[in-house]
């Protein structure tokens, strides 16, 4: 089992960026897909992105594509998501996710451990 924790959430202004972490315990990291999501009040859970256990595949959902990026530092057991051109419909709780499994996938009922999750607020 893997317990994770997310950081690096805030206030930022339209077109800013923010970088957000989640550090993973308990189990290596490399043994794990690892995926972001986000929900937003009122809104379903939705896929931002995902990684391969080895960083080389990754997928994007098309609203942030070319603006966010996703990556993982296995020996730091850290995975990370660079959120630039931030803007204001990108305000939500972003999670992050570990999947058993390995293929990489979008749906959040295919992950088995969760983080508490982390505020990001985009507004001027």
């Known amino acids: 089992q893997v317990q994770l924790v997310e950081s690096g959430g805030g206030l930022a202004q339209p077109g800013g960026s923010l970088r957000l972490s989640c550090a993973a315990s308990g189990r290596t990291l490399s043994s794990y897909v690892m995926g972001w999501f986000r929900q937003a009040p009122g809104k379903e859970r939705e896929f931002v992105a995902a990684i391969d256990r080895s960083g080389v595949v990754t997928y994007y959902a098309d609203s942030v594509k070319g603006r966010f990026t996703i990556s993982r530092d296995n020996a730091k057991n850290t995975v990370y998501l660079q959120m630039n051109s931030l803007k204001p419909e990108d305000t939500a709780v972003y999670y992050c996710?570990?999947?058993?499994?390995?293929?990489?996938?979008?749906?959040?009922?295919?992950?088995?451990?969760w983080g508490q999750g982390t505020q990001v607020t985009v507004s001027s």
């Open positions: 996710a570990a999947r058993s499994l390995r293929s990489v996938v979008r749906g959040p009922r295919e992950y088995d451990y």
